[in-house]
């Protein structure tokens, strides 16, 4: 699977992006697929994940409410919607993908290392 994120950018503080991942290679609702962040000097962290269906979503406490994922299969495309940003938010986010469509559970899909394929990174920066 090939993973290319896309979508971000630069925006104030209380405003609006959404990130898209296209994937290509294999039969993308197999696998769940999900997004993970880095800032400056910190370690890359949960964001999200949605299963292969799409029916069932987890997310990182600190988005919760404020960023929803979802995915279009048809279009190979998952997208995180991301709303009220704060510029702790500021980061670059990746996309990932491992094979397997349900979520499992917190303990493992929020584990960086539980995923197989990954996408290349796009930077997002929120101003105050």
């Known amino acids: 699977v090939q993973l290319q994120a896309s979508g971000g950018g630069s925006v104030q503080a209380g405003g609006s992006l959404r990130l898209s991942c296209a994937a290509s290679?294999?039969?993308?609702?197999?696998?769940?697929m999900g997004w993970f962040r880095q800032a400056p000097g910190k370690e890359r962290e949960f964001v999200a994940i949605i299963s292969g269906s799409g029916g069932n979503t987890g997310y990182a406490d600190s988005v919760k409410g404020r960023f929803t994922i979802s995915r279009d299969n048809a279009k190979n495309t998952m997208y995180l919607q991301m709303n009220s940003l704060k510029p702790e938010d500021t980061a670059v986010y990746y996309c990932?993908?491992?094979?397997?469509?349900?979520?499992?559970?917190?303990?493992?899909?929020?584990?960086?290392?539980?995923?197989?394929?990954w996408g290349q990174g796009t930077l997002v920066t929120v101003s105050s």
């Open positions: 290679g294999r039969t993308v609702s197999s696998y769940a």
């Open positions: 990932a993908a491992r094979w397997g469509s349900n979520l499992g559970t917190s303990s493992y899909y929020t584990q960086r290392g539980r995923y197989d394929y």
